[in-house]
């Protein structure tokens, strides 16, 4: 029966077989060791063309590979062999590129050991029998101004909350305040604490790598670990702010490059090298943040006489007409004048205040502000890691991946690579990329979301109770 339906369906692929073509085109580019091997022999069904073999998997569940394999010899060799479960992989709801990144190169946990695809021992049915176990998380993405949370089987957070560093009382003890700001989220998303693991990113205001501001990231962390092992918390993954910035990193399917996360107060550019912030390179820290562009804007639009009733109603025009423009005085002799409704208070229009917000990244002195320039920065930090020669290779920091809710205005990417490649010497400058934030404003819970996700999660990436009361995982 199976097979009648396959030579139906193989008569006709000239019209319905597009499904087919680019899954044959997405094994073709798949390291040889992944395919079905060309010894592997399928008894009668090797005079069968192999992408009928191919369409009669298509047809099969997870569970009738598994039967044929424990009934058949022949087909034995199939179910175990990679290309078969790499196509159920491909049928799950995460992205096929996402999964081959994390189990390839995050599976193994902090410190990353980077598996090679031509590995024998990498196996994808077991893979996907690991992954099919794995419980899932709660996402808690904490940055300096907004609080993503959600499940990490979602496409994406379920929710958003001010910021636990803005939570309760500023003046209350900070166990008090991380409680109150824990229990909130959890009663929010109607779930008890004891029941699975947590993913956490903390946000912090020490960046360098002094004693002082190590002793200040371990204060925090430790109360935050404090707080939720007290709330019965199994296992917890503990993410510093810096390290959000890997995060990001993750979402756009890499382990090394440069980070540029636009926070709330401050811009951090991070170089990162195999998932490990290089402090000691050098982290380049703006003393601005997309508070800083909100604020521009809302001064400009109190020049031109527009009434508004909160900073909220700023943000949502920031957010939904303003630009980054390739050339800043090209821009200023067109006609951007663009409008949008924000829901109770009606309609706004808005002219170069569109492209004028975001040029401050470029040209801080427009805001009135003595401060290093995007590009500046970017570049500072790039010299720093050329100087390191920390590989043989330096096309490690050429990649700049941007985070953060300003990091998504159109156009900053485009202008942020064009103003590297003019002000980096060749040498450095070529090769040079900058990717915009991979999944928006949700880029670095969606790195979180890779983590979660993993056949090998929780267990290197978390820290459980009784490890942390003997404080032998404690990392940073």
Known sequence: MILRKVWGSVWNRSNSGKDLVSHQRA??????????????????????????????????????????????????C?????????????????????????????????????????????????????????????????????????????????????TFLEFGNIESPIYARLQQF?????????????????VVSLPLCHFD???????SRRQLKTAILNVLFDMNVPAVCAVNQASLAVLALYAARRTSGIVVNIGFQVITILPILHG????????????????????????????????????????TLKEKLCYVALDYKAELSKDTQASVEVSGEGWFTLSKERFQTGEILFQPRLAGMRAMSLHQAVSLCMDHCDAAGLTGDDSWFKTVVLTGGSACLPGLSERLERELHEHLPSSISNG???????????????????????STFPGPWCITRKQFRRKSRLMW
């Open 78 to 162: 199939v179910a175990g062999g990679n290309r078969l479960w790499i196509f159920y992989l491909q049928c799950s709801q995460e992205p096929w590129d996402s999964i081959f990144f994390a189990e390839t190169s995050l599976r193994s946990g902090y410190p990353l050991r980077m598996i090679s695809s031509q590995s024998g021992d990498l196996s994808f049915m077991h893979i996907y029998s690991q992954r099919a176990q794995v419980p899932g998380s709660i996402i808690i993405d904490g940055g300096s101004g907004y609080c993503k949370f959600g499940w990490s089987k979602y496409a994406s957070p379920s929710g958003r909350s001010a």
């Open 182 to 198: 824990f229990a909130t989220i959890f009663t929010r998303m109607q779930v008890k604490p004891s029941m699975q693991p947590i």
């Open 276 to 315: 490990k912030v290089m402090r000691q390179v050098g982290v380049e820290v703006i003393s601005f943040g997309a508070l800083k562009l909100t604020g521009f804007l809302k001064e400009k639009m109190q020049e031109n006489n527009m009434s508004f009733q909160s900073l909220y109603t700023v943000r």
């Open 27 to 76: 094994m073709n580019h798949l390291p040889p060791p992944l395919l079905l091997s060309s010894s592997s022999s399928l008894g009668a069904f090797d005079q069968l063309p192999m992408d009928i073999v191919v369409q009669i998997l298509m047809m099969m569940e997870p569970r009738d590979a598994v039967k044929l394999g424990l009934t058949c010899k022949a087909w034995k």
């Open 432 to 454: 040079v990329r900058v990717i915009p934030p991979p999944c928006g404003v949700d880029t670095s819970w969606h790195g979180a979301k890779l983590i979660s996700n993993l």
């Open 209 to 215: 790598d002094t004693e002082s501001a190590k002793a």
